[in-house]
Nanobody, 122 residues
Framework: QVRVVESGGGLAQAGGSLRLSCSAS???????????MGWFRQAPGKEREFVGR????????AYADSVKGRFTISGDSAKSTIYLQMNSLKPEDTAVYYC????????????WGQGTQVTVSS
């Protein structure tokens, strides 16, 4: 059974920083590089939106325009762990942040964490 767990959320002031972590277990593939990992977020009253993702096999990382230049994804595929370093936080970054995993080459994400709350005060 695949389990995805996020941590590191909390309260920050505008302009501040937070670092989220995501760890996955139970992946049955021979190599963790057969999975991609991503971050999404959902603000109150809004739909869930893409934040960023890493494709382990190529190392390619992509970000939503709204976070580009402020957020950074890093991680370790062997440990099925990724991080989201969030700098220059804005009140509009307030949301529940979710980590997700998809099999390489697929468009949809198969496994999701329960989310971690990030609140940015002005």
């Amino acid at each position: 059974q695949v389990r995805v767990v996020e941590s590191g959320g909390g309260l920050a002031q505008a302009g501040g920083s937070l670092r989220l972590s995501c760890s996955a277990s139970g992946l049955t593939s021979v190599t963790s590089a057969a999975y991609d990992m991503g971050w999404f977020r959902q603000a109150p009253g809004k739909e869930r939106e893409f934040v960023g993702r890493i494709i382990w096999s190529s190392g390619n990382i992509a970000y939503a325009d709204s976070v580009k230049g402020r957020f950074t994804i890093s991680g370790d595929s062997a440990k099925s762990t990724i991080y989201l370093q969030m700098n220059s936080l804005k009140p509009e970054d307030t949301a529940v942040y979710y980590c997700a995993i998809r099999r390489a080459g697929r468009l949809t994400y198969d496994y999701w964490g329960q989310g971690t709350q990030v609140t940015v005060s002005s």
